[in-house]
T-cell receptor, first 118, second 107 residues
Framework: EAQVTQNPRYLITVTGKKLTVTCSQN?????MSWYRQDPGLGLRQIYY???????DKGDVPEGYKVSRKEKRNFPLILESPSPNQTSLYFC?????????????????FGPGTRLTVL | GIQVEQSPPDLILQEGANSTLRCNFS?????LQWFHQNPWGQLINLFY?????KQNGRLSATTVATERYSLLYISSSQTTDSGVYFC?????????WGLGTSLAVNP
C-alpha cells in the first residue's frame, strides 16, 4: 500500500530533551516536506527536500533540523524542544514538484504527530 | 507572496444538504489542491485542480484561474464529510494554505 508513515503518532516530552520524528514514504517520491499545524495559523512549512541531500528552509525552520540521506526517509529533529514547538506535525511527499501535473505534484500526507513539550 | 482565503470559516449542515466552499487566491497559480482533514486529523487529498472542473462521487471542484478562485461542491452531505476543508496553492517550492472551512454535518 502506497503511504507516508510517521512515528511516533503522539509524544509528550520535556523542554530540552532531543527528539526525532521519523517520516518514511514507499512511493519513490523525490519531494518531501514537513509542516506544523497550529490553531488559527493553519499549516506552515518547516523544511522541504527536493531530493536526496537537497534540503531547504520553509517558513518556520527555527529550532528544527532535517536530513535526507535516503530517498524514502525525511526525519525531523528537534535538538532542544521548547513549549512553543507543541503542535501537530505532518510529513508530506510528492513524486515531483515542478512538473505542473496532477500525477506528479499531488501531495500525500502522513497521519500526523501530535507533540507536546512541557 | 500569494494569499489564500477560504470562506465560509464555519458551516453546519443537515445530512443530505448541499454546500459550496470557496477559495480565493491573490495571484495566478498552476497548482491548486483541495484537502479534507477528518476529525482524527488525517489530511486527504481530494483534488488537484489548477483549472477546469473535476468530479469524484458526491464531490466536485471548479477552478477559474483567470478570476482567481476555486469552488468545492459537496452534494447530499453525510456525517462522514465532517472535518476541515483546505485549499492550497503552489508558491515556488511550497504550498500556501488557506485557514480552512470547518464543516459539521449533523444527522
Amino acid at each position: 500500500e502506497a503511504q507516508v508513515t510517521q512515528n511516533p503518532r503522539y509524544l509528550i516530552t520535556v523542554t530540552g530533551k532531543k527528539l526525532t520524528v521519523t517520516c518514511s514514504q514507499n512511493m519513490n517520491h523525490e519531494y518531501m516536506s514537513w509542516y506544523r499545524q497550529d490553531p488559527g495559523l493553519g499549516l506552515r512549512q518547516i523544511y522541504y527536500s527536493m531530493n536526496v541531500e537537497v534540503t531547504d528552509k520553509g517558513d518556520v525552520p527555527e529550532g528544527y533540523k532535517v536530513s535526507r540521506k535516503e530517498k524514502r526517509n525525511f526525519p525531523l529533529i528537534l535538538e532542544s524542544p521548547s513549549p512553543n514547538q507543541t503542535s501537530l506535525y505532518f510529513c508530506a511527499s510528492s513524486l515531483l514538484w515542478t512538473s505542473g501535473r496532477a500525477s506528479t505534484d499531488t501531495q500525500y500526507f502522513g497521519p500526523g504527530t501530535r507533540l507536546t513539550v512541557l | 507572496g500569494i494569499q489564500v482565503e477560504q470562506s465560509p470559516p464555519d458551516l453546519i449542515l443537515q445530512e443530505g444538504a448541499n454546500s459550496t466552499l470557496r477559495c480565493n487566491f491573490s495571484d495566478s497559480v498552476n497548482n491548486l489542491q483541495w484537502f479534507h482533514q477528518n476529525p482524527w486529523g488525517q489530511l486527504i487529498n481530494l483534488f488537484y485542480i489548477p483549472s477546469g472542473t473535476k468530479q469524484n462521487g458526491r464531490l466536485s471542484a471548479t477552478t477559474v484561474a483567470t478570476e482567481r478562485y476555486s469552488l468545492l461542491y459537496i452534494s447530499s452531505s453525510q456525517t462522514t464529510d465532517s472535518g476541515v476543508y483546505f485549499c492550497a496553492v503552489k508558491d515556488n517550492r511550497k504550498l500556501i494554505w488557506g485557514l480552512g472551512t470547518s464543516l459539521a454535518v449533523n444527522p
